[in-house]
């Protein structure tokens, strides 16, 4: 994509250098701040939060279990005998892998969930863009740069179009 990305500055660039700059209209907008800030966004990250609230816990009071193990062993360990000491460390053993299992599952579970509601949200978002670059009559939109002149920052039209639907 930003190949594509490349080729277009490369084609606005050139554009320019022949002397269509007077004629062009060109625009940008910041993604990671729309992303971030547009009500959209937000409701999505308050979606998110609420629907894995109840795992979050569950992980967290886990976490608490298996350090209170952990302290347990090490301040009794010395005092078992042999044997439980050996099966102290194997259910604490495998109270960690499952841990570490439910905390994988966890974060791949939010990972997949958020990709799918920014991805709502960034179509949205799109479909504005192409509103505003319609309307407007932008030749070129751009979303990635190095610089960007205040002039033609398009973000905050951007997040009050996705506020408005």
Not at 6 to 33: D, H, P
Not at 59 to 68: V, Y
Not at 84 to 91: M, P, Q, T, V
Request: glycine share 4%.
């Amino acid at each position: 994509m930003s190949f594509v990305r490349g080729l277009l500055v490369t084609a606005i660039g050139l554009g320019i250098a022949s002397g269509a700059s007077a004629q062009s209209k060109i625009g940008f907008v910041n993604s990671e701040r729309v992303l971030r800030e547009a009500p959209p966004a937000v409701k999505a990250q308050k979606k998110l939060e609420k629907e894995f609230e109840k795992r979050d816990q569950d992980l967290q009071k886990l976490a608490k279990q298996l350090q209170g193990m952990q302290e347990n062993l090490e301040k009794n360990g010395v005092t078992m005998s042999d044997s439980d000491r050996k099966n102290k460390d194997r259910e604490f053993s495998e109270a960690t892998r499952e841990f570490q299992r439910r905390q994988r599952e966890f974060r791949e579970d939010l990972n997949q969930r958020r990709n799918e509601e920014l991805a709502t949200v960034l179509e949205r978002a799109n479909k504005a863009i192409r509103e505003i670059a319609e309307t407007e009559k932008y030749d070129a939109i751009l979303q990635d740069a190095i610089y960007i002149s205040p002039r033609v920052d398009l973000t905050e039209k951007v997040i009050k179009a996705l506020a408005e639907k």
